[in-house]
């Protein structure tokens, strides 16, 4: 079965620090890369997403990084903010394929 | 607003059960699928669809059912419900575009006693 492996499981950051997660894949097909938020009691809400043709992508304090070469990809949270702390899934597919595969999440904890 | 909304939002039930989660889309979204989330898992592909009438297997699809009857609405049957099945679960829906991303609901817990 086709994987995406997260890490760390969970992570407290304290406020205004960087967050950083990362993940890892195996499939080669895979070429779109989201990045999802969920919070206690929702759904997850896509947060930031890149294809493999890029190596970074910003959205204000969130940033993504993509290395095709070692098949990673981290996001990375600047200034942290209380309101950050929610479960984060990385995800992949290539885009001829509509089936995400998730990571397991992280749990992160941003203390004020 | 486009929107995925599940129901009901908690269930209990017995081993051996049968156990029918809902799930309509306003999105005018081609694919809809059904995810199981557990710790340490993530969220797994259980059943999806990219239209009425269509069935497609997911990665873990074992004691579950599904049926899509209209392209807003998608079904996920337990008929004899187990204590394994306990979890969270989200249906989302996405547009049969260029990979374009999930609209997730809001999620039914269940609870297999």
């Known amino acids: 079965q086709q994987q995406v492996r997260q890490s760390p499981q969970s992570l407290t950051v304290w406020e205004g620090g960087t967050t950083v997660l990362t993940c890892s894949y195996e499939?080669?097909?895979?070429?779109?890369f989201p990045w999802y938020q969920q919070f206690p009691g929702e759904g997850p809400a896509l947060l930031i997403s890149i294809l493999s043709v890029s190596d970074k992508k910003e959205d204000g304090r969130f940033t993504t990084f993509f290395n095709k070469r070692e098949k990673k990809l981290s996001l990375h949270i600047i200034d942290s903010q209380p309101g950050d702390s929610a479960t984060y899934f990385c995800?992949?597919?290539?885009?001829?394929?509509?089936?995400?595969?998730f990571g397991a999440g992280t749990r992160l904890k941003v203390i004020a | 607003e486009a929107a995925v909304t599940q129901s009901p939002r908690n269930k209990v039930t017995v081993t051996g059960g049968n156990v029918t989660l809902s799930c309509r889309q306003t999105?005018?979204?081609?694919?809809m699928y059904w995810y199981r989330q557990d710790t340490g898992h993530g969220l797994r592909l259980i059943h999806y669809?990219?239209?009425?009438?269509?069935?497609q297997i997911g990665d873990v699809p074992d004691g579950y059912k599904a049926t899509r009857t209209t392209q807003e609405d998608f079904f996920l049957l337990l008929e004899l419900a187990s204590p394994s099945q306990t979890s969270l679960y989200f249906c989302a829906s996405s547009d049969a575009g260029d990979g374009s991303d999930y609209t997730f609901g809001s999620g039914t817990r269940l609870l297999v006693i």
């Open positions: 499939d080669s097909t895979f070429n779109y």
């Open positions: 999105n005018s979204h081609n694919y």
């Open positions: 669809s990219y239209g009425a009438g269509n069935l």
């Open positions: 995800a992949a597919s290539d885009t001829g394929n509509y089936k995400y595969v």
